[in-house]
Nanobody, 123 residues
Framework: QVQLVESGGGLVQAGGSLRLSCAAS????????MGWFRQAPGKEREFVAV????????YYADSAKGRFTISRDNAKNTVYLQMNSLKPEDTAVYSC????????????????WGQGTQVTVSS
């Protein structure tokens, strides 16, 4: 089992930055693809970014590309999402997830989920 706990969410003005952290416990995340998803009220959960198990490949949703950066520190068993140039439409609950599937861009690809952290971007 892998337990994931997100932190770092909060209120930020448009154009600002925020770094989310996902701390894992239970076992090492070194063998997992690690993804970030978000869900706004009344909307479906959507893929944001993924970093593959070896850390060598990252992929982003079009909405995140160029603004967000996913990274991992296996020594700390932690995954990060650096979010820059935030927009009001980025407001959502952000969740991290761990999984093995190559279908990294859909929720069903992931086996373990954190509880989420709220990100609110004001205009």
């Amino acid at each position: 089992q892998v337990q994931l706990v997100e932190s770092g969410g909060g209120l930020v003005q448009a154009g600002g930055s925020l770094r989310l952290s996902c701390a894992a416990s239970g076992r090492s995340i070194s063998s997992y693809n690690m993804g970030w998803f978000r869900q706004a009220p009344g909307k479906e959960r959507e893929f944001v970014a993924v970093i593959k198990w070896n850390g060598g490949y990252t992929y982003y949703a079009d909405s995140a590309k160029g603004r967000f950066t996913i990274s991992r520190d296996n020594a700390k068993n932690t995954v990060y999402l650096q979010m820059n140039s935030l927009k009001p439409e980025d407001t959502a609950v952000y969740s991290c997830a761990a999984g093995y599937s190559y279908k990294y861009y859909v929720s069903s690809a992931y086996d373990y989920w954190g509880q989420g952290t709220q990100v609110t971007v004001s205009s």
